[in-house]
T-cell receptor, first 115, second 113 residues
Framework: SQTIHQWPATLVQPVGSPLSLECTVEGTSNPNLYWYRQAAGRGLQLLFYSVGIGQISSEVPQNLSASRPQDRQFILSSKKLLLSDSGFYLC??????????????FGDGTRLSIL | QKEVEQDPGPLSVPEGAIVSLNCTYSNSAFQYFMWYRQYSRKGPELLMYTYSSGNKEDGRFTAQVDKSSKYISLFIRDSQPSDSATYLC?????????????FGQGTTLQVKP
């Protein structure tokens, strides 16, 4: 069966510090991968998605970037964190077939607090 | 107007009640519909996935889709305190080349013992 791992679960960072959040998927090949941010009462905002190694698409311009160095690894980064980057970050995957009609499966997220 | 509208609640019901959660949408191209359950400080968990009008049942959960009215529902029978969570609807277009899901805001449900 497929599993998705995200770490760390909780992170407290000072303003201006760098960020690296990692997500890995097991039990599947060539998954589609997604990064979301969930703010309280505002639903899920899609940040980035990837359909293959090195292929990253950004949904919103912001202080963050994403990379996919391996098939089942997705990394969310920032060079300098802003207060507005606080939130709950979720990684998700979907199978590589019939893209557009597959449900996504989520990790347990990273709660990021910026001080 | 948002593409997907969902009443954020909170919705509070006694144990054993039938719960009805709803979403409306504006994009008639949406063909795939999902319901997720999210416990506090956890990621969303897929509950139901359907792509046709009508009902789909899984245990105490029934998903209903009415494409003519652009309205979807999730019914929970014999609700339990363990059903207390936020419920998110999501939908997508078959022509999407990104697999992008459009989410509702989520409805917070509390089932009181």
């Amino acid at each position: 069966s497929q599993t998705i791992h995200q770490w760390p679960a909780t992170l407290v960072q000072p303003v201006g510090s760098p960020l690296s959040l990692e997500c890995t998927v097991e039990g599947t090949s060539n998954p589609n991968l997604y990064w979301y941010r969930q703010a309280a009462g505002r639903g899920l905002q899609l940040l980035f998605y990837s359909v293959g190694i090195g292929q990253i698409s950004s949904e919103v311009p912001q202080n963050l970037s994403a990379s996919r160095p391996q098939d089942r690894q997705f990394i969310l980064s920032s060079k300098k964190l802003l207060l507005s980057d606080s939130g709950f970050y979720l990684c998700a995957w979907s199978p590589d077939r019939g893209i557009g009609n597959q449900p996504q499966h989520f990790g347990d997220g990273t709660r990021l607090s910026i001080l | 107007q948002k593409e997907v509208e969902q009443d954020p609640g909170p919705l509070s019901v006694p144990e054993g009640a039938i719960v009805s959660l709803n979403c409306t949408y504006s994009n008639s191209a949406f063909q795939y519909f999902m319901w997720y359950r999210q416990y506090s400080r956890k990621g969303p968990e897929l509950l139901m996935y359907t792509y046709s009008s009508g009902n789909k049942e899984d245990g105490r959960f029934t998903a209903q889709v009415d494409k003519s009215s652009k309205y979807i529902s999730l019914f929970i029978r014999d609700s339990q305190p363990s059903d207390s969570a936020t419920y998110l609807c999501a939908m997508s277009e078959p022509s999407s080349n990104t697999g992008k899901l459009i989410f509702g805001q989520g409805t917070t449900l509390q089932v009181k013992p």
